[in-house]
């Protein structure tokens, strides 16, 4: 008896199968970081078709912050094959700058040898309909209705001004009082989670450690006042020449660190320079000539992240020894 084959199936044939079951699809490249994603997602979220570049950071960026981490674990845990599946409920920012909710389902089609991901591809269908009448469902079922919903708004504004003085003590807790840069406690927590990320998505991550030369005299001969002045200069020029995504931080005294996402060696090295000559013509202090050194270096595979900051802080002062106002990496 013959047995039957199914033809095989083309990308353009799955694609057009997909958008008919679904909302939106993606197709994620491991290996490249190119990111497809159908009309139909930009339509569901009400952008423009191609608003947002192809890449994961996208898709990350329209994910509601309450749901972010439990997508994340959940998705680890899929391309780690330690979960059977990839199927998630969870919230998207839409143009309006509102939240719909989504099913993402998805599957990878392509193993790299080494078992990480290779080709990835899913489908996101919009299921706010079906929580909006879960909600109804809930409303109806409870009693004293009006008292409820008077209550509900009590907790509404407690947790609003609850929340307004969560967020004053975390900006306190994050942020260095004198540059209003991410402090040292803040940094080492994104620093970790950035290597995490690039290891996820096989994208690079570069370090940037910066000092100031010729800081001393600044304090000594000019007081304290002038030197956090030069420092807050400092802080300035870097944040004018940084994206939204790099972060920027005071790492203790005068030194600072600059961590840069989806950035390779050769990008950082360019910053690194930029960066140099602007500080060098900057006029940080009068009769003064302040410069900075830098370290830069690259994350390497399995890295742990204090470590990158140990070999960032290496080449800073491999630079510091040989005369100070340069890069190495």
């Known amino acids: 008896m013959t047995e039957k084959l199914l033809p095989e199936i083309s990308d353009e044939s799955l694609t057009t199968i997909l958008e008919l079951i679904s909302d939106g699809i993606w197709d994620w490249n491991a290996n490249t970081g190119y990111v497809y994603r159908s009309p139909g997602w930009y339509v569901m979220l009400g952008y423009d078709v191609d608003a947002f570049k192809s890449t994961v950071s996208t898709w990350e960026s329209v994910i509601h912050p309450d749901d972010f981490n439990r997508v994340m674990a959940h998705f680890d845990s899929y391309i780690t094959h330690k979960s059977p599946t990839y199927q998630i409920e969870y919230r998207c920012r839409t143009k309006r700058d509102d939240y719909l909710w989504i099913e993402d389902r998805g599957k990878v089609v392509d193993w790299n040898e080494d078992g990480s991901v290779g080709r990835m591809i899913g489908a996101h269908r919009d299921i706010s309909a079906t929580k909006l009448l879960e909600l109804e469902r809930e409303a109806k079922s409870l009693t004293l209705q009006e008292h409820v919903d008077s209550r509900n708004q009590e907790l509404i504004e407690v947790n609003k001004r609850l929340a307004i003085k969560i967020r004053e003590v975390e900006i306190l807790a994050t942020t260095d009082a004198?540059?209003?840069?991410?402090?040292?406690?803040?940094?080492?927590?994104?620093?970790?989670?950035?290597?995490?990320?690039?290891?996820?998505?096989?994208?690079?991550?570069?370090?940037?450690?910066?000092?100031?030369?010729?800081?001393?005299?600044?304090?000594?001969?000019?007081?304290?006042?002038?030197?956090?002045?030069?420092?807050?200069?400092?802080?300035?020029?870097?944040?004018?020449?940084i994206r939204e995504i790099d972060l920027f931080a005071r790492w203790g005294g005068d030194e600072f660190m600059l961590l840069l996402p989806n950035t390779s060696m050769e990008q950082a090295l360019v910053l690194a320079n930029k960066i140099r000559v602007l500080i060098e013509n900057g006029k940080l202090c009068q009769d003064v000539d302040v410069?900075?050194?830098?370290?830069?270096?690259?994350?390497?595979?399995?890295?742990?992240?204090?470590?990158?900051?140990?070999?960032?802080?290496?080449?800073?002062?491999t630079s510091k020894e040989d005369g100070g106002n340069r890069v190495t990496s």
């Open 178 to 241: 004198l540059t209003s840069l991410s402090n040292r406690y803040q940094f080492e927590k994104m620093l970790k989670i950035e290597c995490s990320r690039a290891a996820r998505f096989n994208e690079p991550l570069s370090l940037v450690a910066l000092d100031l030369d010729n800081f001393k005299p600044v304090n000594d001969v000019y007081g304290h006042a002038a030197g956090d002045l030069a420092l807050i200069k400092v802080a300035n020029i870097i944040m004018l020449n």
């Open 291 to 317: 410069t900075a050194s830098f370290g830069v270096v690259q994350l390497a595979d399995n890295e742990d992240p204090m470590r990158l900051v140990i070999r960032a802080d290496n080449k800073l002062y």
